[in-house]
């Protein structure tokens, strides 16, 4: 009778389980800005937590950063109802995002919850948002070249997979058009975009007008307009990276379309100053110069026979600056820039892409060598040209003064046109290469020109 007591007891016991552990919580104590502070809750930096407001609303925000007992808090959302000694409640799970193949077609906020209409999100899994870092000796090189459709990128700035390019230009200059281009034109798998920081309206006109249902149905949107929060377009950023990763992971060639670099840059440096990070060049506390290559260094290739992110990342110049801070610390960590030209996008030139500015620094691993030398041709004899447009413009260049500059004078209108594409012309890699071995001949040698010179035959008849 006891045994058998005693065993009931036990499965009760077991049953039971463990004594459930005390819910720990804080309380609001200031509000400065967008900088929260709590008080009596242990939290790390990075994790989430519900801070509750006046009646069934609530905020939810992250954990920034701390000093002695305080600790300091950024809202994921607009900050609304909430009062001092307000509770703070830690969410036990850490920040997870939805991924799967049922994404594509779909437009996400920074958060991963949908912002259009077209229902819930079936995701196959939920990761967390910072993915795993690669071994750099462990990368597969840039040996491929990828297509995305423009010709004078195919051709003169040929794109490697797993390439990481800046693409430069000041406001108005046609960098979202040249975006929504590569989306439709591109030969990658999948294509994910990310639009940080911009206009709402530019979002919905991106979407519908610019990338459209053909660019769209092969592709994931992450959108955070200017009005989120910093903490929103940070995430926002990462969540492009997130899901670009997974599928990298999956064997997949990524083509990752990031607007803008810039914004992202922007919404850290509001969360360092507003946390009391000293600002240091031009305002931009050392955290931001810390967190782009943080960011940048997730993308390129994977493994060996995995898949690969080719990332363009937009650098707003402003005032088109290109010793801007931003675009400085960018130039310096990605593979190669694109630089648009405001001069040509108002003389009608588009894409107005700066030939003689840009480079792409894995060109030559890519292409093949009678590639890589007519497009080293080209830029020379449309450098050459740029250099005397001005004699040219005001008629004080003498035609046989110098026989490069003839020549580019003879090949300037074909060059342009060469550069020049219609918004819904695709130009494939093949065909651009093509072209521009048609566009300009190869360099004649010192003794052809020799002896194609006027006069040669006479000097040899009578030596």
Not at 17 to 27: D, F, I, N, V
Not at 105 to 124: I, M, S, T, W, Y
Not at 444 to 455: E, I, K, L, Q, Y
Request: net charge negative.
């Amino acid at each position: 009778m006891t045994s058998r007591l005693l065993d009931r007891l036990e499965q009760l016991q077991a049953a039971i389980g463990q004594e459930p552990e005390p819910e720990l919580s804080g309380r609001l104590t200031r509000m400065v800005g967008l900088t929260l502070e709590c008080v009596g809750c242990p939290m790390v930096v990075g994790d989430r937590c519900v801070i509750e407001g006046q009646g069934a609303g609530s905020v939810e925000a992250e954990v920034v950063g701390f000093e002695e007992d305080k600790v300091y808090l950024m809202p994921l959302a607009a900050i609304e109802g909430l009062k001092p000694g307000a509770r703070v409640i830690p969410l036990s799970s850490a920040s997870r995002v939805p991924v799967g193949p049922q994404m594509l077609g779909r437009v996400l906020n920074g958060a991963g919850e949908p912002l259009d209409a077209k229902g819930p999100l079936q995701a196959e899994a939920r990761v967390p948002l910072s993915g795993d870092i690669i071994n750099p000796l462990h990368r597969a090189p840039v040996r491929e070249s990828m297509d995305v459709g423009i010709r004078a990128i195919n051709s003169l700035l040929t794109v490697g997979q797993g390439q990481r390019l800046g693409l430069f230009a000041g406001s108005g200059v046609g960098k979202s058009m040249l975006l929504g281009m590569m989306t439709r034109f591109t030969d990658a798998d999948i294509t994910i975009v990310g639009l940080i920081g911009e206009r709402g309206r530019e979002v919905k006109e991106f979407i519908e007008d610019i990338l459209g249902d053909e660019g769209l149905a092969r592709s994931v949107v992450v959108a955070s307009p200017a009005d989120d929060s910093p903490l929103m377009r940070l995430r926002a950023a990462m969540l492009t990276t997130r899901i670009a990763e997974y599928y990298r992971d999956q064997g997949k060639r990524v083509l990752l379309l990031m607007d803008s670099l810039t914004r992202y840059a922007q919404a850290q440096r509001e969360i360092a100053l507003a946390v009391g990070e000293p600002p240091a060049t031009k305002g931009y506390p050392p955290s931001v110069f810390a967190k782009l290559p943080q960011l940048v260094e997730r993308t390129g290739n994977g493994r060996p026979g995995g898949g690969s992110i080719t990332a363009f990342y937009t650098v707003l110049t402003e005032g088109d600056d290109q010793q801007d801070p931003i675009a400085d610390a960018a130039r310096a960590i990605l593979d190669g820039h694109i630089v648009l030209s405001r001069r040509l996008a108002e003389e009608g030139h588009y894409p107005a892409i700066d030939v003689e500015a840009s480079i792409s620094r894995v060109m030559p691993q890519v292409t093949q060598p009678d590639h890589f030398s007519r497009a080293q041709r080209f830029k020379q004899v449309y450098s050459r040209y740029q250099q005397a447009r001005d004699l040219i413009s005001v008629g004080a260049y003498v035609k046989g003064s110098d026989p490069e500059t003839d020549f580019a004078i003879q090949h300037i209108a074909n060059m342009r046109q060469f550069l020049q594409q219609e918004l819904n012309e695709s130009a494939p890699l093949a065909e651009s290469i093509e072209q521009l071995l048609a566009v300009v001949p190869e360099r004649r040698s010192p003794d052809r020109v020799r002896s194609a010179a006027p006069g040669a035959a006479a000097d040899r008849s009578n030596g």
